[in-house]
């Protein structure tokens, strides 16, 4: 019963997504320099995965919070996924990579919101209403697992489009584990 449940409720988000967005985002990807992937709690979780899969299909990708992340530039994309846009420490980024040049795209469940007000772009996952209480999905996660469903099919958009092989995708996946 509950696996049906999510399942339809990811479904009918992922319907009501606007169909354009895999191609537009590839193609923010592509003009970047560098992307940039930042959330909060379980968005940021799903932005790791998103950002490993970039990483498999040859993008210079950072994970902003990681030790090892390089400082971001003009010509580079900050990626926000925020299900309410107006996470605070999520506001602080997007104000520093707006002054320094960076373009920025938020992955939301809102299409109006602080970080969205402020960002070159805002890809609103479902509608809003969608979002409303739902029995046995708590506290945000009809947004993370739409968006992880939306950003995994992005991939595959990627994948297809560039025609990336899975085994050249491979030898790029760490080999010290």
Not at 58 to 69: H, L, N, Q
Not at 82 to 101: N, V, Y
């Amino acid at each position: 019963m509950h696996k049906q449940l999510i399942v339809d409720k990811i479904a009918g988000i992922l319907e009501s997504t606007e169909d354009s967005y895999s191609e537009k985002l590839t193609e923010m990807l592509d003009q970047a320099n560098r992307v940039f992937i930042s959330g909060a709690g379980r968005s940021k979780l799903v932005g790791n995965f998103f950002a490993m899969r970039l990483m498999h299909g040859g993008y210079d990708v950072s994970v902003v919070g990681e030790i090892v992340t390089p400082s971001i530039k003009a010509g580079d994309l900050l990626i926000i996924i925020s299900g309410s846009g107006e996470t605070e420490q999520l506001i602080a980024f997007t104000k520093r990579a707006k002054d320094i040049g960076a373009k920025i795209m938020l992955i939301s469940a809102k299409s109006d919101s602080t970080i969205g007000d402020l960002a070159d772009g805002v890809f609103q996952i479902g509608k809003a209403e969608q979002y409303e209480k739902v029995k046995g999905m708590p506290m945000g996660t009809v947004f993370e697992l739409s968006t992880l469903f939306f950003l995994e099919a992005t991939v595959s958009h990627i994948i297809h489009e560039k025609g990336i092989e899975e085994e050249i995708m491979r030898s790029r996946h760490a080999n010290l584990e």
